[in-house]
């Protein structure tokens, strides 16, 4: 077995003490993962120390790991950074541009949370300048990837979520396979 195998095992493990109740061994095989280097264990554990489930609470140490994951370009360790950036936690200063700018990088990197996000920031002039059109474009991405949130706000501004074209693709999903997206809210 290769190493990153082992460490996808020990990460999965954690996943099964998480759910069976016992969270300090979760952490602590989702940590040994983590220190070993494996990218979704660093953001596990950072999430673990951000809200403080099977470890004590602490927003710098969870700064760390998330910074870590996102040097490998682990999207929603970015998209955890930019909130660090757009409200000044731990020792990072408020930097709204920076903020957007890591949504901006997470959303390319195929968060699905990003660009609902950032549709929401233009839509809204937050941070960026106010326009309906690119907040439209963002929450479609958003809603391609098959986002709740982005579904139904896209649904409320009577936008299409893919195109009218029945054959446009984007992202590998079309609407005639997923259907159901299309439906209107009972």
């Not at 957007?100 to 233009?122: C, H, Q, S, T």
Request: hydrophobic residues 35%; charged residues 30%.
């Amino acid at each position: 077995m290769n190493n990153n195998h082992n460490l996808e095992k020990l990460y999965d493990a954690g996943w099964d003490h998480y759910e069976s109740g016992e969270k300090s061994k979760a952490f602590t095989l989702w940590k040994e993962a983590a220190d070993l280097g494996y990218t979704k264990a660093q953001h596990i554990v950072g999430f673990c120390c951000y809200w403080g489930i099977g470890t004590k609470k602490d927003k710098s140490l969870a700064l760390g790991w998330y910074q870590k994951a996102a040097e490998k370009d682990y999207p929603q360790s970015i998209c955890y950074l930019a909130e660090y950036y757009e409200h000044g936690v731990a020792e990072i200063e408020r930097n709204t541009e920076e903020a957007v700018r890591l949504w901006k990088k997470a959303a390319e990197l195929g968060d699905k949370e990003a660009p609902f996000i950032l549709g929401n920031l233009y839509y809204e002039g937050f941070y960026v300048s106010q326009d309906k059109k690119e907040a439209v474009l963002w929450y479609r991405m958003s809603a391609q990837r098959l986002n709740q949130k982005a579904i139904k706000k896209m649904r409320e501004l009577g936008e299409w979520i893919f195109s009218d074209n029945e054959n446009d693709e984007w992202f590998g999903i079309s609407y005639r396979d997923h259907p159901i997206i299309l439906l209107p809210e009972e």
